[in-house]
């Protein structure tokens, strides 16, 4: 599960999740970006606190944004080390193929637990020509497993697949040692991640949803309700009500009439 602040980690946690992602995602949902690449490293460790102060027993892990771990093997790590020192988190994930073998072997080998991503990659979606299903020709299919494969050597915990057709994250899965973890790759990966506010419909309406989303509960409706009664109640003045004032003793009361 993800989670981008203190109540949504608090809550993933105690809702029993084994992993939470404070993903870069959160520029959406957190932020009110348009899309993930205008995240920093310094917009996602402040959220990574947060995160990690709500969470007690889950395995955190933080999302490397975009141009905090391409330029250099050397810049990943460092990046890395901030992710866990100032981020409080236990591992960080990273998006691409086989091009970042050379980086992740880098950061296992300090001993920070690396999650890959393949498939749809967000911070790629320019050249990906958009949000788009990745693996559907045989080729391109191949070319993940091949991806899939050089993560596992790199030292990848596990990898996460997105927007992958449901037999090739299936196939993909069978193959490899590590446990895969699938958003919009079908259920035969080893695990699923959803974004926390799309599954718990803590959104307003407009935002584009991808096919995959099972939303379990309708927070943000549930929410206006709740404002919307408030309002009401203070205009008609049912709140607050006597239980929620503090009393005063009427000698006291007197006196200060007086
Ligand atoms: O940023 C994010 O939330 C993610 C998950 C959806 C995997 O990368
Ligand atoms: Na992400």
């Given at each position: 599960m993800?989670?981008?602040?203190f109540?949504?980690g608090l809550?993933?946690?105690e809702?029993?999740m ?14 009110g970006?348009?899309?993930t690449n ?13 995160v990690s ?5 889950a395995?955190?892990?933080g ?5 905090s ?11 890395s080390?901030?992710m ?5 988190v ?8 086989i ?16 999650l ?21 020709t ?10 899939a ?11 996460v697949?997105?927007a992958?057709?449901a037999p090739v994250a299936?196939?993909i899965?069978?193959k ?8 919009g ?12 506010i799309?599954?718990l419909?803590?959104?307003?309406e407009?935002?584009f ?7 379990y509960?309708?927070?943000?409706e ?13 205009r ?7 239980e929620h ?7 006291e009361?007197?006196e200060f009439?007086e």
């Open positions: 993800t989670a981008h602040d109540p949504s809550v993933a946690d809702g029993g084994d992993m939470i992602l404070v993903g870069d995602s959160l520029a959406m949902v957190a932020l970006m348009k899309d205008q995240v920093k490293l310094d917009d996602i460790l402040h959220h990574c606190r947060a102060r709500g969470v007690r027993s395995f955190t892990i999302d490397l944004p975009m141009g771990y391409e330029v250099s093997p050397e810049h990943a790590v460092s990046s080390i901030r866990i020192q100032d981020g409080r236990e591992a960080v994930k990273l998006e691409g193929g091009e970042l073998a050379p980086t992740i072997s880098r950061i296992t080998s300090i001993g920070i637990p690396v890959g991503h393949i498939g749809l990659t967000p911070q790629r979606s320019h050249s990906l020509g958009g949000f788009r299903v990745q693996g559907r045989a080729a391109s299919a191949s070319k993940l497993f091949t991806d494969l050089a993560l596992q050597n790199a030292g990848c915990f596990s990898l697949l997105e992958v057709p299936e196939l899965t069978e490899l040692r590590i446990p895969t973890i699938g958003i790759a079908g259920n035969g990966c080893s695990g699923q991640v959803l974004v926390q799309d599954m419909g803590n959104f307003p407009g935002r949803m991808p096919k995959f989303v099972k939303q509960a309708n927070v943000f549930e929410s206006k309700k709740a404002m919307k009664q408030y309002r009401e109640d203070v008609s003045r049912a709140y607050p009500a006597k004032t503090y009393p005063i003793s009427p000698e009361l007197k009439e």
